[in-house]
């Protein structure tokens, strides 16, 4: 998406998630390699990111690729260099972060050193260029971006990056700063305090009370192994042992797929009276006005009170929840994913509000419909949401809404907290 924003290319994306699985299996024989991304073109289908940035370039802005043949070279020698070196660190640093991959100590430490000596060769290359590979924005600053990206976020914390690396640094937020840039990844936090790994140990085994149903079941059908002692179901690596009856399960922190999500069929939003106002129309109207006070205005003389509802929602946090920014986003992140297929009948903000210590996730919603839906209601931590139902009538209420629809910048007050990270949920 980076590279596409810079190239200035209309291209259409789709995304695949991995709780997909027939989706991705459909496009398999698509792609070349029969790995994901892959790009489809007039001329033939091209896997591997590499290559297809290779191609977008070549096609589309030739000069991301260098001007002269040592140009040339040296963009290639720092795009191997970020997707061989850069990258390699990511499974002992990153993962175990994630909970991706188990935690090793031995493996982190060699690798942190490694990636200190790496980032100081690229800071001494960024003394005399202001980008990695000369004076001009190239792929490898791209790429380099994109493998950098969560160790600065993460692991790197400010003191190390301005002492140790101010060239990297100062390129670093350039790029992170620029409007392609944000455009695909968002807004980029840079690291205060480094996260620690995730140190349990990660056990993908499932309770399993009745083995002969689920052989019998086609839900649970896989490959049998040998002997028929266990049973694999093929893209969720959930194994079933015959000599144990039970299973004890410890999620990872953030373990993929983590919902199954699918489009209601017959949805009872769908048999709700006829409504004049026009949502999507809405939308496109609010999102592409740039005076916000004037969309509010315009919102409040179309709204149909009898066909939508509008809400305040708040998610009631554990004492040990929402003290750090990163784990903040992912609960909210979790919240809206759940609620993919619920776009088309609601628009509001969702967000994070106040500082390091002390972040509330709440947010201003409008659906369809007088009562909270089922979407709503199946999110796995309903339980811990505080939905209140608002009166459009009333001053107090209005203003709420305004508020929340209105300050979604950064360290706009929304309730005296600042935005942290705020976005339209539509």
């Known amino acids: 998406m980076h590279l596409i924003n810079i190239i200035g290319a209309k291209i259409p994306l789709e995304n695949l998630s991995l709780n997909e699985v027939e989706k991705r299996n459909s496009f398999v024989s698509k792609t070349p390699t029969t790995t994901f991304p892959f790009l489809e073109t007039k001329e033939g289908n091209i896997s591997e990111s590499k290559a297809i940035g290779y191609y977008l370039c070549q096609k589309y802005k030739p000069e991301l690729l260098g001007q002269t043949v040592f140009e040339k070279a040296k963009v290639n020698q720092w795009i191997e260099f970020a997707c061989c070196e850069i990258n390699r660190c990511y499974k002992s640093i990153i993962y175990p972060i994630f909970g991706w991959s188990d935690y090793c100590q031995k493996s982190f430490n060699e690798d942190n050193t490694k990636l200190k000596d790496y980032l100081k060769t690229i800071d001494k290359e960024l003394a005399s260029n202001e980008f990695i590979a000369g004076n001009k924005l190239t792929l490898a600053d791209v790429l380099l971006f994109r493998y950098l990206r969560l160790f600065m976020m993460f692991h790197f914390p400010d003191g190390m990056r301005k002492s140790l690396l101010p060239n990297v640094t100062k390129w670093f937020e350039k790029i992170m700063k620029s409007k392609e840039a944000v455009q695909a990844y968002g807004r980029t936090i840079l690291c205060k305090n480094p996260l620690k ?58 373990e993929l797929p983590r919902f199954n999500i699918k489009e209601k069929e017959n949805n009872p939003l769908d048999a709700l009276p006829e409504t004049k106002f026009d949502l999507e129309a ?30 305040h929602i708040e998610y009631k946090n554990e004492p040990n929840e929402c003290i750090t920014l990163f784990r903040t986003v992912i609960i909210k992140g979790d919240i809206l994913l759940q609620l993919k297929y619920f776009k088309k009948y609601c628009f509001g903000v969702f967000g994070v509000y106040g500082q390091d210590g002390d972040y509330q996730i709440s947010g201003c919603l409008m659906w369809r419909g007088q009562e909270i839906p089922d979407e709503i209601k199946e999110i796995n931590c309903y339980d811990k949401l505080a939905i209140r139902k608002l009166n459009p009538k009333e001053k107090r209420d209005q203003q709420l809404v305004h508020d929340y629809w209105t300050h979604i910048k950064e360290n706009e007050k929304v309730h005296k907290r600042q935005a942290a990270d705020t976005r339209y949920f539509y």
């Open 197 to 254: 790994p995730f140190t349990g140990k990660i056990n993908r085994n499932v309770v399993v009370e009745s083995h002969e149903k689920e052989e019998n079941n086609e839900e649970y059908e896989g490959k049998k192994g040998k002997k028929g002692k266990k049973d694999k179901q093929a893209n969720h690596g959930v194994v079933y042992d015959k000599k144990k009856e039970k299973k004890e399960y410890v999620p990872s922190m953030l």
């Open 282 to 311: 809405f939308k496109k109207k609010f999102m592409s006005n740039s005076n916000l006070k004037g969309a509010m205005r315009d919102f409040w003389k179309t709204y149909d009170p009898e066909g939508y509802s509008l809400w």
